[in-house]
């Protein structure tokens, strides 16, 4: 059987402070990449000009394609353009400020162990600005314990992302396949938490507990790893809740609406409709804090708080957060 085609979806927007350290570390991989496909959402820096000049000087290159958005798609749109214009039956998605272990293209294929394999992430070294290490990794920022990795590994990763997204896009690599099932993306989910999702739904994940890239840490990332101390916590508890309920439940609506078109399996599209439900109930609380009291234990009792959230943190946070901004 020949090797798979091996992709790299590049996005970019304003990134030429850390992007030469990026293209340096996928040009040097133990094992060669078979293309690299950049998409450049409306840079006004030297953003572009500065691949072609780095894969001109690289006689070795692979293939380069760049498109260049005169109007800025956002994340999630920006890699669905990327990922779209791949050819390559492996993709591995890459943002711009990150640095790759120079094994992490060699890594990733291997753990594609067989065919029903559709995604594969893992593990990542946390590098501030100046590329010094910081303490904790991304599974620890994310409290992404072995409990959560071994119920991944073991087929049960749809249930653990109804909870939440254990998956981040720069750590992953997916088939072509679940791109193609997964396409378009939906406006209310993030590209790395869809495709998780769906890989979920139609195959199986590998979650690698090797760091394989440094995710870089600096101020400006779209969406970055954040360690919680006490103060974040209670920041979380306490900040308005109106539109991240309001996001959820449109981002659960939408995975019961597709469902049927990844798997017929009757009892997951059960716990996407009781998901629903849940979250139907959550962006339904009143403004008024006294009022939430009675449907909130309601909706614990029905054990839908754990099975498809944080638990009792997310009784806390729905008894006490406020549901409009303070004036």
């Known amino acids: 059987m020949p090797a798979p085609g091996v992709s790299v979806a ?63 798609l956002g994340v999630t749109r920006n890699f669905e353009q990327a990922i779209a214009a791949t050819t390559g039956d492996i993709v591995l998605l890459s943002d711009q400020d990150d640095v790759w272990a120079p094994d992490r293209v060699a890594k990733t294929l291997a753990a594609f162990s067989g065919e029903d394999v559709v995604l594969v992430h893992g593990d990542a070294r946390l590098i501030d600005a100046q590329g010094r290490v910081l303490p904790a990794t991304l599974y620890s920022s994310y409290s992404v314990d072995a409990a959560a990795l071994h119920d991944i590994a073991s087929g049960h990763a749809f249930d653990q992302f109804l909870r939440r997204n254990l998956v981040t896009g720069a750590t992953a690599a997916i088939r072509r396949r679940l791109f193609d099932a997964a396409s378009p993306f939906p406006d209310d989910w993030v590209h ?81 409709r009781e998901k629903v439900e849940h979250e139907r109930v959550r962006s339904g609380l009143s403004i008024h804090r006294a009022a939430r009291i009675g449907p909130v234990l309601r909706e614990w009792r029905t054990g839908r708080y754990s099975r498809f959230g944080g638990g009792l943190q997310d009784v806390v946070r729905d008894l006490i957060q406020p549901l409009r901004p303070s004036s």
């Open 192 to 272: 790395d938490e869809w495709l998780s999702m769906v890989a979920s739904a139609t195959g199986r994940i590998v979650p690698l507990t090797d760091s394989l890239i440094d995710y870089r840490q600096h101020g400006g990332n779209e969406i970055g790893a954040v360690t919680l101390g006490l103060r974040g916590r209670v920041g979380r508890l306490t900040a308005p809740g109106a539109e991240r309920n309001r996001r959820l439940l449109a981002r659960a609506t939408v995975l019961a609406e597709r469902y049927p078109g990844f798997d017929d399996d009757p009892v997951a599209l059960h716990a996407v």
């Open 10 to 72: 590049l996005c970019t927007h304003n990134g030429e402070r850390f992007l030469r350290a990026q293209l340096e570390s996928i040009l040097g991989q133990t094992r060669a990449v078979d293309e690299v496909v950049v998409s450049d959402d409306a840079s006004t820096d030297g953003t572009v000009a500065l691949v072609r000049a780095t894969f001109a000087g690289h006689p070795d290159a692979p293939p380069l394609t760049i498109l260049e958005n005169a109007t800025a």
